[in-house]
């Protein structure tokens, strides 16, 4: 796991730390150009500052500093010099680059304090990591991002147009994307993934790839290169490649499951009791009934946007419940089956792939760590279809409903100071202001929908 004092072990004569020196010495060693220093806004975009390689060394002793207050949701004008400060153990080349360009994820820090920035999501999801150290557990988590892949018309930008009839598990000739798959997946090893399983997903245009599972850090910084490469490798193929979780109307939308498990110091699998009906602990209990109690604030984070709830609707294998089941998807959340010990986690269905992964980490994380502190007790599972449950049953078994879109979800996180912990008071902030603004926009505009309904008809 990756950390605030990667730098600074195992100092070298040159003052650099042993795998600082180790990224300089590999850029030499493969003639690398350019370094990109990559850290990402709290909306989960990746922002870059490319740089000659041989500045490489600079940028690990001084850091390399840049204007904050052009960031969405980092510091006003009068407080705006920042510092990226590159983490080794992140360095990977980028494989649409002809080998010429690497990149490195930097964590921001504050030149006015000369401490790691609160707005930075890189340090919020550090700190909900950290409050899982301090309770004696390490924290993996294994996500799975879908995307649809849409030709691209004559100027070059994206339709909604998929290229291949395809569906759940197809071959080819009805996957015709099965070699752009393969070459994302070629550059994704490239970069240091180790895949588990690629597919076409239920709808057409729509794919999976699987990577392994990892500490919570590395992994959401996974999933930044991850989507960074598929987008990079899709428009090699002339295909927008898109992680906006419902691109069209009445077909299945993409989510980003999100599997989590604790494991002890000792390296045991906290989650896992072998004489428990489902070989769940009472820890990974309590962790479940902490996220199934948070969910409606967590949406707002790991559903962040107003198309997100759009995917969340019954009928389209998207969880609206707020309940868990360890037999069917309809739940909010999934116990998997676990062939060996180690593998016994839990799966959150509802995050999608258009999430800030750092903060959606840090809120699932906070809300379990929460659900174990206060020892909270776990309903039974829902082993029935709850999509076939009507209101009344639904109101028998006590199970809620998320949030029914983008402003429901901020008022629940407005609610909430768990979540709101989980963020930070600066992130926090600025994160309700951009997305309040983004649901306001959405609440005036008019849409095709509604001129087609109604424009004749009164």
Known sequence: MTDDNANSD???????????????????????????????????????????????????????????????????????????????????????????????????????????????????????????NEMGYKINAAPEPEFFLFEEDEEGRATTKTNDAGGYF??????????????????????????????????????EINFEYDDALTTADNVGTFRTVVRAIAAQHDLHATFMPKPIARINGSGMHTHLSLFTEDGENAFHDEDDEFNLSETAKQFTAGILEHAPAITAVSNPTVNSYKRLVPGYEAPVYVAWSDRNRSALIRKPAARVPAASRIEARFPDPSCNPYLAFAALIHAGLDGIERGLECDDPVRENIYEFDEAKREEYGIETLPANLGEAIDALQEDEVVQDALGEHIYEKFVEAKSQEYDEFRVDVSQWELDQYLEKF
């Open 10 to 132: 195992a100092v070298t004569d040159g003052g650099l730390s042993a795998k600082a020196q180790a990224v300089v010495d590999e850029i030499e060693e493969k003639e690398v150009d350019f370094l990109r220093l990559q850290f990402t806004d709290i909306l989960g975009t990746v922002k870059n500052v490319a740089v000659p390689a041989t500045q490489a060394e600079k940028a690990f002793t001084e850091g390399i500093y840049f204007d904050g207050s052009s960031i969405e949701g980092f510091v006003r004008i009068q407080e705006s010099d920042m510092r990226l400060k590159p983490d080794p153990e992140t360095f990977a080349i980028l494989p649409w680059r002809d080998g010429r360009s690497a990149r490195l994820i930097c964590d921001v820090i504050n030149t006015s304090t000369g401490k790691p920035f609160e707005g930075d999501p890189r340090y919020v999801l550090k700190q909900a990591i950290k409050r899982a």
């Open 170 to 207: 197809d071959l080819a000739p009805k996957d015709l994307a099965s070699d752009v798959r393969r070459d994302i997946i070629y550059g994704l090893e490239s970069m240091g993934f180790e895949i588990e399983a690629s597919h076409h997903e239920v709808a057409e245009g729509q794919h």
